[in-house]
């Protein structure tokens, strides 16, 4: 029988084996694998001293219930955030992560909703956090990380390093258990966030590199990743996108359990794509992390300016995308200006973990289209069935075997999230999708954000990629309003890039070049910049508000 994992263990294996391998570089900061997981276990032992852990064991919950106490993660990115998720993971407490963008009324509202006993915040953010704490009771252990925000600490909180730095470095006399929770909240962007509650071992193996998604090759033993860290090179990748979003999560947690580095920019509380690109110079990065154009499109940019200005920027071979839409042009781009490099689209979601992956490489550029891990599939609209490669029509893109427990607290958006198809529970969060007679799964976009203008439904993603295709497009969302005469219209949210220029009508006759007519925008709102989450997701309720707020057509 295979070895059900936790990450606790796992970091230990890894520690074992290459303790002194670098494992996070922040700035001036160098942390190995020993020294994260010994700061990991004093923090683990102050939660647990403070009574915070596993209370009731999962055989006797539901999967939208919780058994143990949950500590938030309201940080930026840096070595706090990743000692504190593996802390937490040791105390047998459940880690979740915090928008750091959100305001008051959200906040209050996100960590009552997750029952928050504890959070773990940087300083810069304790003004904010002050305004909160008397309405949410059940939040009784703060601790907060210095920062140059020279705030000084909440009344009840302790200082992160003084718990962290030094003592004893075993663990609390707790054993962490497979079936402990790991918490992650939908980025909200189309309706309020929600808790998704996954098994640690179930996480570990669809998105923190307990299994290939090309091959299906998994660990089965803890001396697996033992042996693979001691073979593997030492990989340095930077994750830019914020750790508050799951895929920038999944790929520190991928790097700890592969034997890589895990690089931060020195500047972590906002995208300063110039300051990336020094530091991919300096630390030799191989791999960057990017969510879609937002991120990807600055550092470009910035990397065309390195190499002008004579930086060695030979180290970085690869572009990881995930969880935002890559649009073919600066795919290009970023080849162009990587000799021999590749952009590797992921696909994957809070509610399946990694599901598919597309390579691109000079003279093989494409979107839509992507290679399936070995457990992801299409089912019926109905939820009947599987859909066999070559079905006609579309279906709903699903995950099946290692897929979460539920929505936390809410038992009925579970049951719909998580049906049971062919005997099997699967994840079919709503995305739209075809499996091709070649085994590719044409992705075709969010069911939430489809438009249904005239009885045919359009998917915003696709239009948000033949805009973006125009060379004027620096950014651009789409969404729909209401019409009399459709139904629904859709209407085209634009940022134009810095000294272009072009109309409503040259950029709808662009997109006429590679879409039908209905798919057509019926408007385009031109705005200075779009609003987006700090991962670099589209915020489609903003741009709700802005196509309703422009003048309809008729």
């Given at each position: 029988m295979s070895t059900e994992f936790t990450v606790p263990a796992v970091a230990e294996t890894v520690a074992a084996t290459v303790g002194d391998r670098e494992f996070i570089v922040h700035g001036g900061r160098r942390l190995t694998d020993r020294e994260v997981v010994t700061r990991a276990n004093r923090l683990a032992r102050y939660l647990h001293g403070r009574g915070l852990g596993c209370h009731t064991e999962r055989d006797r919950l539901a999967g939208h219930e919780t058994g143990q106490d949950l500590l938030g993660i309201y940080a930026y990115n840096g070595p706090?955030?990743?000692?504190?998720?593996?802390?937490?993971?040791?105390?047998?407490?459940?880690?979740?992560?915090?928008?750091?963008?959100?305001?008051?009324?959200?906040?209050?509202?996100?960590?009552?909703d997750a029952g928050a006993s504890a959070l773990l915040y940087h300083a810069a953010f304790a003004p904010r956090l002050a305004e909160l704490l008397p309405a949410l009771p059940r939040l009784r252990v703060l601790i907060q990380i210095a920062d140059d925000s020279g705030n000084e600490l909440l009344p009840g909180a302790v200082d992160y390093e003084s718990i962290v730095a030094d003592g004893p470095d075993d663990p609390p006399p707790v054993q962490p258990c497979p079936d402990d929770v790991y918490v992650l909240y939908t980025g909200g962007t189309t309706g309020m966030p929600k808790g998704v509650l996954w098994r640690q071992h179930d996480i570990f193996m669809t998105a923190f590199g307990g299994r290939s998604l090309y091959g299906g090759d998994r660990v089965e033993r803890y001396d697996d990743i033992a042996a693979r860290v001691a073979a593997g090179p030492d990989t340095r990748m930077m994750v830019l996108p914020p750790l508050m979003h799951g895929a920038a999560q999944w790929a520190a947690m991928t790097a700890l359990s592969t034997g890589q580095t895990v690089v931060f920019p020195t500047v972590v509380d906002r995208l300063d794509a110039d300051d990336a690109v020094h530091t991919i110079a300096r630390e030799r990065v191989a791999v960057v992390t990017v969510v879609g154009d937002a991120i990807a499109r600055p550092l470009a940019d910035a990397i065309e300016r390195g190499r002008a200005a004579g930086l060695d920027l030979s180290s970085l071979t690869a572009i990881a995308n995930g969880g935002a839409f890559l649009t073919p042009t600066v795919k290009q781009r970023l080849i162009d200006l990587l000799p021999g490099g590749i952009v590797v689209d992921g696909v994957g979601s809070s509610e399946t973990?990694?599901?598919?992956?597309?390579?691109?490489?000079?003279?093989?550029?494409?979107?839509?289209?992507?290679?399936?891990?070995?457990?992801?599939?299409?089912?019926?609209?109905?939820?009947?069935?599987?859909?066999?490669?070559?079905?006609?029509g579309l279906g709903w893109l699903a995950q099946r075997g290692w897929v979460p427990l539920g929505y936390k607290g809410d038992a009925d958006k579970t049951a719909r999230i998580f049906p049971v198809v062919d005997g099997v529970r699967h994840a079919v969060p709503g995305d739209r999708a075809r499996h091709l007679a070649s085994g590719a799964i044409e992705l075709l976009g969010r069911d939430s954000v489809t438009i249904n203008s005239g009885g045919?439904?359009?998917?915003?993603?696709?239009?948000?990629?033949?805009?973006?295709?125009?060379?004027?497009?620096?950014?651009?969302?789409?969404?729909?309003?209401?019409?009399?005469?459709?139904?629904?219209?859709?209407?085209?949210?634009?940022?134009?890039?810095?000294?272009?220029?072009?109309?409503?009508?040259?950029?709808?006759?662009?997109?006429?070049?590679?879409?039908?007519?209905?798919?057509?925008?019926?408007?385009?709102?031109?705005?200075?910049?779009?609003?987006?989450?700090?991962?670099?997701?589209?915020?489609?309720?903003?741009?709700?508000?802005?196509?309703?707020?422009a003048v309809p057509s008729g």
């Amino acid at each position: 029988m295979s070895t059900e994992f936790t990450v606790p263990a796992v970091a230990e294996t890894v520690a074992a084996t290459v303790g002194d391998r670098e494992f996070i570089v922040h700035g001036g900061r160098r942390l190995t694998d020993r020294e994260v997981v010994t700061r990991a276990n004093r923090l683990a032992r102050y939660l647990h001293g403070r009574g915070l852990g596993c209370h009731t064991e999962r055989d006797r919950l539901a999967g939208h219930e919780t058994g143990q106490d949950l500590l938030g993660i309201y940080a930026y990115n840096g070595p706090a955030w990743v000692e504190g998720m593996l802390g937490v993971f040791r105390a047998r407490v459940a880690p979740f992560n915090v928008n750091f963008r959100y305001v008051a009324d959200e906040l209050r509202s996100l960590l009552a909703d997750a029952g928050a006993s504890a959070l773990l915040y940087h300083a810069a953010f304790a003004p904010r956090l002050a305004e909160l704490l008397p309405a949410l009771p059940r939040l009784r252990v703060l601790i907060q990380i210095a920062d140059d925000s020279g705030n000084e600490l909440l009344p009840g909180a302790v200082d992160y390093e003084s718990i962290v730095a030094d003592g004893p470095d075993d663990p609390p006399p707790v054993q962490p258990c497979p079936d402990d929770v790991y918490v992650l909240y939908t980025g909200g962007t189309t309706g309020m966030p929600k808790g998704v509650l996954w098994r640690q071992h179930d996480i570990f193996m669809t998105a923190f590199g307990g299994r290939s998604l090309y091959g299906g090759d998994r660990v089965e033993r803890y001396d697996d990743i033992a042996a693979r860290v001691a073979a593997g090179p030492d990989t340095r990748m930077m994750v830019l996108p914020p750790l508050m979003h799951g895929a920038a999560q999944w790929a520190a947690m991928t790097a700890l359990s592969t034997g890589q580095t895990v690089v931060f920019p020195t500047v972590v509380d906002r995208l300063d794509a110039d300051d990336a690109v020094h530091t991919i110079a300096r630390e030799r990065v191989a791999v960057v992390t990017v969510v879609g154009d937002a991120i990807a499109r600055p550092l470009a940019d910035a990397i065309e300016r390195g190499r002008a200005a004579g930086l060695d920027l030979s180290s970085l071979t690869a572009i990881a995308n995930g969880g935002a839409f890559l649009t073919p042009t600066v795919k290009q781009r970023l080849i162009d200006l990587l000799p021999g490099g590749i952009v590797v689209d992921g696909v994957g979601s809070s509610e399946t973990g990694a599901q598919m992956t597309h390579l691109s490489t000079n003279g093989a550029v494409a979107t839509g289209t992507f290679h399936p891990g070995p457990d992801t599939c299409v089912v019926a609209e109905d939820f009947s069935a599987v859909l066999a490669p070559g079905h006609d029509g579309l279906g709903w893109l699903a995950q099946r075997g290692w897929v979460p427990l539920g929505y936390k607290g809410d038992a009925d958006k579970t049951a719909r999230i998580f049906p049971v198809v062919d005997g099997v529970r699967h994840a079919v969060p709503g995305d739209r999708a075809r499996h091709l007679a070649s085994g590719a799964i044409e992705l075709l976009g969010r069911d939430s954000v489809t438009i249904n203008s005239g009885g045919e439904k359009i998917f915003a993603e696709e239009v948000e990629a033949a805009l973006a295709s125009h060379p004027a497009v620096a950014d651009v969302v789409v969404a729909g309003r209401p019409s009399e005469r459709w139904g629904q219209e859709v209407v085209a949210v634009v940022a134009l890039a810095d000294g272009a220029a072009a109309t409503a009508e040259e950029l709808i006759e662009h997109c006429g070049r590679s879409l039908a007519r209905y798919k057509l925008p019926k408007a385009v709102v031109f705005r200075p910049v779009i609003q987006r989450s700090p991962a670099g997701k589209a915020d489609y309720r903003w741009a709700r508000e802005q196509a309703l707020a422009a003048v309809p057509s008729g």
